[in-house]
């Protein structure tokens, strides 16, 4: 079982449990994180695997960005400036 690994090539061998714990605070650190999120997911490991986990995470932040500018968005425009109007009146 331990062959398997070493039989396949390096472009679709599987990643581990720890390499993944691993990427994810590596993704995790604030600018340095954004700039490897997305240089993995151009392809530049080589490893199909890596790639398609840092496309994801990606598209998870991508996500979260929008929904945050969406309810930033809402509070500023319908709360926000109600409470605006009345602090400068």
Do not use: Q
């Not at 090539?9 to 990643?15: A, D, G, V």
């Not at 151009?42 to 996500?63: D, E, I, P, W």
């Amino acid at each position: 079982m331990s062959d398997f690994n070493n039989d396949v090539p390096y472009e679709y061998r599987p990643l581990g449990a720890w390499k993944y714990f691993w990427l994810e605070v590596l993704f995790s650190i604030p600018v340095i994180g954004l700039i490897f999120t997305i240089v993995f997911a151009c392809g530049a490991s080589g490893n199909k695997n890596l790639t398609n986990f840092a496309r994801s995470r990606f598209c998870v932040l991508a996500l979260v960005l929008i929904i945050a500018l969406i309810i930033i968005a809402i509070t500023v425009f319908t709360g926000g400036m109600s409470s605006l109007v009345s602090y400068f009146s």
